[in-house]
């Protein structure tokens, strides 16, 4: 649902776009006109697509657990800070232009051809099109790579159980729920990681430090969801590097004390 809504919406506004783009070569102001027009027209398919977009994108949020999450309120507040740039910058832009070319088609000497000219030239169009691209990639980044914008390095650190080797480790949404580990110093202990995306694999390496120059323990890769338990050997005393080898923005610290 979220995926035709952006689909309709990138067709629909489309449409502007191409107008956008076209005006500026543009010199018939009956043409403008109805370019003008024919931008006007693809609005209410462009709003119902935007609706059925952020309905989508919504009930995704609750389905994926990602209202916790620093990214998806970030792309909510750029698509808000966004539209509101283009459609301030582009309405009172438009319907001068709109005016301008109605008088000069209708015969009137209060304008000119010459100022319609200068109007449709002016860098207004491609300022607010730049918006709109920016905007758009910026979204589709976070939508893909879901930074946590250290969010996550609040969590609280996984501590053994008392008389357990065991830590417990969660990959969802394309990040570790826990990004501070605790293990017991010089002693082996297990890893018992639970890869909760489905179709995505996880796995979790240890590293002396994030250089990645050293592996100590690079645990299997698997598609989740699945969990597996790690046998990881012993570790001197010290603070280590773990992360996920697919996704190197799943990451963390590891103490052995």
């Known amino acids: 649902m979220h995926v035709a809504g952006v689909f309709g919406f990138l067709v629909a506004h489309g449409v502007s776009v191409m107008v956008t783009f ?9 043409k403008v006109n109805d370019l003008l027009q024919l931008s006007g027209s693809s609005i209410r398919a462009f709003y119902w697509s935007l ?14 657990h990602w209202w916790g999450k620093a990214w998806i309120w970030v792309a909510i507040a750029l698509l808000v800070l966004t539209s509101l740039a283009m459609y301030g910058m582009a309405r009172p832009f438009y319907r001068r232009v709109g005016v301008v070319a109605r008088a000069v088609a209708g015969g009137s000497h209060a304008v000119s051809e010459d100022q319609l000219v200068s109007i449709l030239r002016s860098r207004r169009p491609l300022s607010i099109a730049g918006i709109g691209f920016a905007g758009l990639a910026a979204i589709l980044y976070l939508m893909m790579f879901k930074p946590s914008f250290g969010v996550s390095a609040s969590a609280a650190p996984v501590v053994v159980p008392s008389g357990s080797n065991a830590l417990q480790v969660t990959a969802a949404n394309t990040a570790f729920t826990v990004t501070k580990l605790e293990a017991p110093a010089s002693k082996p202990f297990q890893i018992v990681f639970d890869n909760q995306d489905p179709g995505l694999q996880h796995n979790v390496a240890i590293y002396t430090d994030s250089s990645l120059t050293q592996a100590l323990f690079v645990g299997d890769l698997f598609t989740g969801p699945a969990t597996r338990t790690y046998h990881v050997p012993p570790l001197p005393p010290g603070t280590y590097y ?7 923005q799943m990451n963390g610290t590891l103490t052995a004390g």
């Open 22 to 30: 076209r005006l500026r070569r543009e010199r018939d102001p009956a």
């Open 51 to 64: 609706g059925v977009l952020l309905v989508g994108g919504v009930v995704a949020g609750f389905e994926g």
């Open 242 to 248: 773990f992360r996920c080898d697919i996704h190197p």
